[in-house]
């Protein structure tokens, strides 16, 4: 049925569409002379004044299709532009395949510069005899109102040809809505799609009392999202032009995900808000935090990269870097609300590093690393897990020495011998457990077998540790190319602002499997946006301090081909 799966499919395609703006759109916007090169257009949703204050999440696109489509045939070259127009055909077939709608003729005529949708409640009728029915809005903006009728009146006629639904026309406000009821005499008799024009937007809705909300929030500017103080000074924050925004309202969000008709901590403020770039080597997500820390600001640490990368090896999957991770730590506990989502999350993770080692990792690690650091994953040599390496500054009064001393004495507890061994021209402390086994089953010979948990050592002003000889060598060897002077890494930090916190980057070609194997979670969002997962090279977290209780941080996608 056409306009019961309208919606549905609507949902996935706006996602896609900003997935393939920075996917496919990479081969024309390297070389792009146009405006989107500027990063996109200078506008906020419209659509916000349609959804209510508490809405857990709304993802809008603010480029139109056609134009995405003009820009990648118009600039492209012939091999890349056939690349550009096969993804764009691919992200149209999974829109409408199961809608039996054609878009060149039957949507493109009316389809404006705008499509949003949202989450707008987490139970509409807050009925308990039908379970929990979350409310969704789909707004799609138009540029012919009466060809959008058009579109409207045709599609819910062949519903009623075709005999499966009764159509129910209804005044509200002033608005004419358009809604469905299957043609079943069941007593959980439900609707199943509504539609209405409010303005220059054609709205699609779950329920018609989605839609009647909507009116509703246009006519009280006090109930819509439009007019909330926080989204306008998260969008305030963010100045660059955009192709795309999501809003999420985090408590809200998460009980979305859990499937709950309220959040576990409603009291809690959190708003997250993400402005799409398009940048020449890829796609910037520009992030503002609502509800961290007040009214306070706190300037960017950093004017320059950090300095213990330079013992990171060129080679690393994951590596996150930045100073003074005793501080990060206290503002983490004292900044975000206590048990909300994002503490939740952060205390979860924590909790899974520190049990396999036996540690507490604010007290043990974090207390001392007042100094630049960085935290590094290296692909074994042998194939075998990965490695850990991390690097700390060593800063005069922080209780490095007695930190470490504490660290011998835990390994020593679990067993484990403390030594020292050379390593190059450099002297390092190993954690090992001996054992024998014999060489064969039933044999007379014996192997010693020796099980590193850890080796650390000192040079210059860092500390430096890692679970295997191998990892310290590649970190210490002096022809080894660092992370810091590789070409890739350099490319991956140029659309990130110069003053920040630090970096959070991912070598996402190498370490695609093993996030995989490890987060199955990933794998599910590279089918959400596989247009841009396809042509990622590798992707940065940079934060860079707060204003007014607004954290601000940037993502970059850098693109390109496999």
Known sequence: MKLRTFLTILTVGVVLLLSLAGGSLYWILSQSPLNLLKGGVITQPAAAILMPRQAPVMVSLLVSPDRLEAFSQLIASIPNRKRSLTEIRE???????????????????????????AVTSLDFDRNPANGIQPGYLLAAKTKDADLAKEFLQSSYSKEAIAGTSDLIFEQYKGVNLIYQRPLSSKPDNVVLGASAIVADFVLFANDPKVLRDAINNVQVPSLNLKNASYYQQALKTIEDPRIGIIYGNLPALSAWIANASTPETPEVAQMLTVAFSIRSEGLAAQTALFGVGGEQNRMPALSEPVGALKYVPANALVTAAGTNLNQFWQTI??????????QQLVKQLISRLEAPLGLN???????????????????????????????????PGAGVEEAIAHLDELAQTQG?????????????????????????????????????????????????FATSVEAMSQAIASENPSLIDSQKFQQAISALPKENDGYFYVDWNKSEPILQKKLPIVRVIELGGKPL????????????????????ATLFFNLGVR
Do not use: C, M
């Not at 990792?361 to 040599?381: C, M």
């Not at 850890?454 to 500390?463: C, Q």
């Open 361 to 395: 990792l604010p007290q043990d690690i974090f207390k001392w690393v007042q100094g630049q650091y960085s935290l590094a994953i290296l692909p074994n040599p042998s194939g075998g897990e990965p490695d850990w390496l991390f690097v700390a500054e060593k800063v």
């Open 416 to 464: 484990y011998s403390v030594g020292n061994l050379p390593l190059f021209d450099q002297t390092v402390t190993a954690w090992t457990k001996l054992s024998t086994a014999r060489e064969k089953e039933g044999g007379s010979l014996a192997r010693l077998n020796a099980q590193v948990k850890g080796v650390y050592t000192h040079i210059a002003e860092y500390e430096i």
């Open 333 to 342: 506990e004292t900044d975000l609300a206590t048990n909300s989502p994002l």
């Open 91 to 117: 992200v149209e077939k999974s829109l409408l395949a199961k809608t039996g709608l054609n878009y060149k003729e039957e949507i493109q005529p009316w389809l404006g510069d705008e499509i949003t949708l």
């Open 533 to 552: 997962f396809n042509n990622l090279r590798s992707l940065t977290l940079s934060s860079q301090g707060t204003q007014q209780g607004i954290a601000r």
